[in-house]
């Protein structure tokens, strides 16, 4: 942590500063400039909460070092995290996973065309939402533990391992024992009771990025996480909020080869909700591959125009089976060396 | 709702989309124009799915007319909502309510000492967090059920109602037992299994923005809760996020006259998170009673410096007494008719 | 300037960061700590282009502490510039001014009237546009010179000083023949030839934040006109560009006292381009005054419904007049040291 | 256009409104629904000015269909412009172009020794600031003329077209003498006299998104310059603002699929500007290619960490001939029809 001083601080003021950096066990190197003073703050493992330093006088701006995140952090630990999601491997070394599925499970018949359409096109892990959070109150909510059976038993079907949202702890015990994957959603990656209990299971989690959570934040959720034991984690990149309205979301795909050099987590992209609009989720999902996510998540209907959520956004079946086949030539360039 | 047509679309995709419509069970009412079709979708109750018409052959764009909101709504409602906390009342006809405490509840001699101070000076509702959200998982965390206690044990020294923040649902019963207002924070406003719970109880409830809802999502989440039959909703606008940041926030103050035109509800302002600093508190607490909030909601902290969340954003005693003094001036002037 | 080392960064790195630092001209002082290694900078004057340093091996980040201005910076000049305009002074230990009149000069008889409205309700200064910046070419462009002739005539007729806005050097000699005050409108902000060019003169500048643009960028725009010799600015806050579209900006009322603590410079509010909408204008500029600002300009025009751009945020004359009864009792009561 | 009443809105009002409609010289269609009432306006020619509507009694919103643009909408213009540049092309059947070079010229050898390196390395067009923007007055402003000439000698020596950026109309001339593309700057998207004159000449143009510049102001400041007469537009993709500052930029690479849909130019990406990281930079311009951008501008520098400016997302030499190599085997698997 640095202090940094105002132009004209006292140097009463710069001791007091000093002292108040004793007080808390800290060591204060004060750094003499040309225009003003900044006084280095040694000794701390870790975040340090600067509440009792930066309203002192003649203080004016407290700058941060130490991140508040460090399991996470590929300073602390350069090995890449390879998650394994009954078998399916996500992670360096690994071809990027496809994950894809219904925005929510409807119906038996919905949920098991579905799964023989993704199953037969390529993907390698079915979604499908039971809980569901929606905007307004009047809309679809999901058909809950009901829904978490019908997408077990499609799962089982076309032997794919399953990932579903859990929105509350209550469902924890139940999401866990019907599906493979925890899915955190956007809305909930500041639910940090929530996050704390998923730490506590073993369960591979996908969590991903709030709308509007800094690339900080976001790695921050997932060190709760590690904080209690559970390093199965995968973050999911699915686009945040800005002035720009035309598309649902802005995908912010930079994140992907930002979030490898500063985390060793595995990291997949969710193309389909962060553009909400069929036409761009296939170059989407290339451009993700190329840029290194270690998988994506897509929508994918039976039937888009009669989805009960989010059919403007999703893949037929045919489209979701060109765009497999388009992945995979990406993959064989990519694993060739060539790109 | 109305379709815009692709400038060049057939009269057979016209057709298509009007039948489409038909199917709804609503009425389409083509309106030619010089350049291009658009269909009027006459006969909805409220919001309409239009997923099942966007992506039509030959349709270039859905509008919607009607909100997904509508008990909140005050063209539906035009009368005020008073919402009454324990004689402390908020709403047209009331002045502005002044909420007021620390961040945490960190001890009994801290909040004792805190609700003297805030009674003193003229507070009429006592705020303490027991639950906490925190962006990182090695900050404290608050004291849970021990600081509702101590929270409302300060709250009846003092005979002040008192607000705190409810996270999850399992906590819900305590905070209804000790707290007289359940605050929902801005990261849980779309917690929507959280809102209807809240929905289901009849207390009082202060509706946090999120920080990154637009005015729309804000009033939805409302409407969850009045759907459930609580319509004794404060809303509370607490700073948006911009690419800003030297505010923690960026506190949207026009929000407040809009939403006096939008919603029935009552609506307050939150000048200490949405700014995260001392100094600009008291000014954005007086600009929130110009623009018409119906109360204010500020952290005031015995000793700041040594407060363990948000201290920095935190008044002092005295800090809190002079902007009361000052709030007061300016709410006999308001109730003069002469602001 | 503090480079901040990578964890793990060798001691030969360290000490190459440090060569580097010293073949600026510079000295480095490293701060060793428990986690990682700092690298303070000494001996600069001022902001230091970091590209030789942020890219070499185990740096992993570097932190500017000075700032990219310093004439503006309240840290330098404690003392508050006032900025006088034919009498009419903005700054401290002055009241705030009211500046008002339409959107663009339309015709001489629209402008006279609205100068004759503005006079009479008692507005210090006159506003209108000749030359118009617009979102797309087929809208109306403004009078050009014919306008500042007409705004001139007008400002001389009822006695007050006149700013307009000035979009390209060309247009810098006849702007500044017939206005008292050189406006710079957002989209302007960063058009640093402009600056410069208003710069070499000496006439009042009032220069708008840019719609995206961070107070560090604002100040530093103020700083290209002071650094070329014209102390004569005043900041104007016109609202920001964020994900919110229901108003046309938000307007960030927290930059007033914000800068007022930053900057010596007077610093405006214009409520009517922040917000777009009428009913919300008369709030925001009593919240102006509230919070510190040194003066309003707002938009008044005696048929906004026919207006040819920006009617719908424009107030009538009878509700600028009202508006300015009510701006004056808030006076009162601040210079009373009431608020 | 849609006029949408309020619920409550009376017969009166509705006739008022349709009246005003008349009086614009359309019609009015009355669209009764169940809870409000729609009134439809026919007869416009593109966009109408909503001023003398939005503000009449029980109006609750104006929607507007038509867009403020119409010759760059593919909408009006379904054929795909080509733009030639001395012979190379942008747009579809075209191969992407690869643009690269100094972000500025710096001096003789600097500029040719860059010119080599990217001609040898395969780059189609050489770019390099003469005239620079800069956020604060005390940076490197750019050689001017002399640049211009420097940057036609290196391009000449290396037969390759070359790009700059202009920014004021003074410097239109001596721009359009030694360039084969003027680029226009995301800070002068909306320099709306300066798209009017780029209009007049035929010079291909690039035009940069501002940077917080939403889909639709972009495409109308391309319709200034097709208003003028100049088709030759090429737009550029170059990061927009928002809440995440770990990156300069956000890169909106959906913005290239979606435009393509929309409108009828060729756009390009520059990933440089967007993620102001070098490490960024080649994921980002492979990702450009494989959504559809018909082009990228890349900035290399021979020696980056001593370059006068934006050195930090620079690549050098070796780094540029690897990324065009990997992009040239991405395009031939596009070109053989596989992704």
């Known amino acids: ?31 003499p400039g040309s225009e003003r003073t900044a006084i280095g703050v040694l000794g701390n493992q870790g975040y340090v909460d600067d509440t009792a330093l930066r309203d002192l006088p003649g203080v004016r701006e407290v700058i941060h070092v130490s991140k508040p995140y460090k399991l996470v952090s590929r300073d602390f630990h350069p090995q890449t995290t390879v998650v394994n999601v009954a078998g399916v491997m996500f992670g360096d070394q690994h071809l990027p996973v496809i994950i894809a599925g ?47 059976k019908l997408l077990r038993q499609a799962g089982q079907r076309v032997d794919l391992p399953v990932i579903t949202e859990v929105m509350r702890i209550e469902q924890l015990d139940a999401v866990c024992q019907y599906a493979d994957v925890l899915q955190i959603g956007a809305r909930n990656m500041q639910n940090f009771d929530l996050l704390k209990e998923v730490g506590k299971t073993k369960h591979p989690v996908l969590l991903k ?117 388009e992945l995979r030539q990406l993959q064989a360039l990519m694993a060739g060396g060539q790109v």
């Open 1 to 31: 942590m640095l202090i940094v001083m105002h132009h004209n601080a006292s140097n009463e003021q710069i001791k007091a500063v000093s002292e108040a950096i004793g007080a808390m066990g800290l060591q204060a190197q004060p750094i």
């Open 102 to 148: 219904p925005c929510s499970v409807e119906s038996e018949q919905q949920i098991l065309k579905a799964a023989d359409l993704v199953k037969a096109a390529g993907a390698q892990i079915l979604r499908g939402g039971a809980f569901k959070p929606r905007t307004g109150p009047h809309s679809f909510q999901g058909l809950g533990v009901e829904g978490l």
């Open 209 to 325: 990025r709030g709308m509007s959570a800094t690339i900080e934040e976001f790695l921050s959720a997932a060190e709760y996480i590690l904080a209690e034991g559970n390093p199965n984690v995968i973050l999911c990149e699915r686009g945040i909020r800005t002035f720009e309205r035309t598309t649902r979301n802005t995908l912010d795909l930079s994140v992907v080869p930002l979030i490898r050099e500063m985390s060793h987590l595995p990291i997949v992209v969710d193309p389909s909700h962060a553009t909400g609009r069929r036409s761009l989720v296939a170059p989407m999902a290339k451009a993700a591959y190329v840029v290194g996510a270690h998988g994506i998540m897509v929508e994918v209907h039976p039937d888009p125009d009669k989805a009960l959520c989010d059919g403007a956004q999703s893949l037929t079946g045919e489209g979701f089976a060109q765009l497999v086949i």
